[in-house]
């Protein structure tokens, strides 16, 4: 199978939220929403301003709550993570793949972060992009 029509394969058992949807739940404390851009796209064009920080080859690691390596709210399989990329795709694949380790609740925000700036939701430019988490790290 080709990586589009498994990306769409995904996406179409993925619940997707819209980027309002995953601000609201950030807003309220419900889900973390969990940007896995690299950092020349974070610099770029900027970030979610709450949004942790996770490079995608860590992301299992620092989200399972059995994982050595995890950060600090990882503490359940049934939070709701909300995965961030630049356009909807890799999301879909790290959500999915979230999903196969137990993080059931996890999803993407359709369309990522281009669809974030597009229907105008917060967005910060620091001087110095966020790091990534690392085990154990705090925000």
């Excluded at 950092?39 to 690691?61: C, D, K, M, S, T």
Aim: aromatic share 6%.
């Amino acid at each position: 199978m080709a990586i589009d029509e498994r990306v769409t394969q995904i996406q179409a058992g993925l619940p997707c939220l819209t980027p309002a949807q995953a601000f609201e739940a950030m807003r309220r404390g419900t889900a973390y929403i969990v940007d896995t851009r690299p950092e020349y796209q974070r610099r770029a064009a900027g970030e979610v301003p709450g949004a942790i920080v996770i490079e995608r080859n860590h992301l299992e690691w620092r989200l399972d709550p059995a994982s050595t390596s995890r950060i600090p709210e990882a503490v359940s399989s049934g939070i709701w993570w909300i995965v961030l990329c630049e356009g909807g795709y890799s999301s879909s694949l790290a959500a999915e793949s979230l999903r196969a380790v137990g993080l059931v609740r996890s999803t993407d925000i359709a369309g990522g972060f281009q669809a974030w700036q597009a229907a105008g939701l917060p967005v910060v430019h620091p001087t110095t992009p966020t790091r990534p988490r690392t085990a154990g790290s705090a925000g």
